[in-house]
């Protein structure tokens, strides 16, 4: 399939460009296929790869169709792991990379002599995206008559998606099918109010959507607070529940550092940067929250603690495998010092959220009888001494308090 373009940029930097121009396709719902052509390396028979992109068990992924002469094989990446595949691939693997969305077609070429084009041009008609579900689609727990997603943006005034917020839209159903069954196993009930905090909430799409799933599905009284440091996102949310009429709800300016303590039944902390998720996970025990839910972003503080075992130097060497091994030694832990507080704690990839790529969730629910927490406060200190750890700020956090012995 040619292109008919003109140059797209004179810049030298066309493998970051091409990549930003998918990393926006992909955002914005519109990357129809992607393929890759020319191939230079060492293996047999390989003449493309064909990605698209597809839901497997709910969660979005670029799907890699390795062409051979007699052959195809298929592998699933997460969008994260896929788009790291492709700029990798690109130009020491293929020379050609040819990008199809809903509005543009866009190719990179590599001469011979290493010297890459970008070519870039209107699509030539009107597509749809090809359905990316791989299992049949499940039950929603919103409506998308709900009048909040029309005033958000994520519908328009004939309550129909819009298809730039697809994927948006598929986050606040998964989040609130992940609450719906938390509070199922918790010991909260719902006639009594549900007091429900959300730190970093933003443009308030989760924090509406929970408090229209309290109110207007359960049936139960939801108070939520939506806290926000930017207090231009306070006032249009706070603008938006009175004009929504959405009693109970409302938004605070500042971050859960500052938030003063009160009694808290839902704790939700996603994308709290570094050590804010410890600082959020430490309000929601404090608190007695009967669910934290957070999503956690950056490990700064264990990476530049970790001092790599000899075992593992030479695996640890690489940048990218020490981030990897940080983030799991931070959010392992902080998992176990959650069992350690009396909490079923369970972690998982929840659905790509809005301009990142960072999808894990870490789900806490409060046991009905307290655990003995000796054998895992064992466990905790000799992770942190294989690793050579000297502080996790969460421990410090609750040690002060007294909540851990």
Known sequence: MSVTATPASLAPDH???????????????SFIKLVLAKYVGDEADLQRVIIKQLTVKEQPCLSFVYRYKTRDITKNFSLADGVAAIADLLPESFKNAHLLSLTDEVQLEYSKKGKSSLFKGKAQQEREVPSAEHNREKNRFLELSRPFLADLGVTNKQHELIPAMSRKWKQINKFIEVFSHALTSSPLALDQPVRVADFGSGKGYLTFAIHDYLRNTLHAEGLVTGVELREDMVTLCNNAAARLEHPGLTFQHGDVRTFAPTAIDVMIALHACDIATDYAIHMGIRSGAAIIMCSPCCHKQIRLQIQSPA?????????????????????????????????????????????????????AVKRAEPVDPAQLLVKIQELKAFYNISEHCLETLLRADGLLI
């Open 311 to 363: 075992l593992l130097k030479p695996m640890l060497q690489y940048g990218l495998h020490m981030g990897q091994q940080a983030e799991m030694v931070t959010d392992s832990l902080r998992a176990l010092f959650l069992e350690a507080c009396g909490y079923e704690t369970k972690v998982f990839e929840f659905i790509s959220l809005e301009h990142t790529n960072k999808n894990k969730m870490i789900l």
């Open 15 to 29: 493998h970051a460009q091409f990549l930003n121009l998918l990393d926006t396709s992909l955002a914005q719902n």
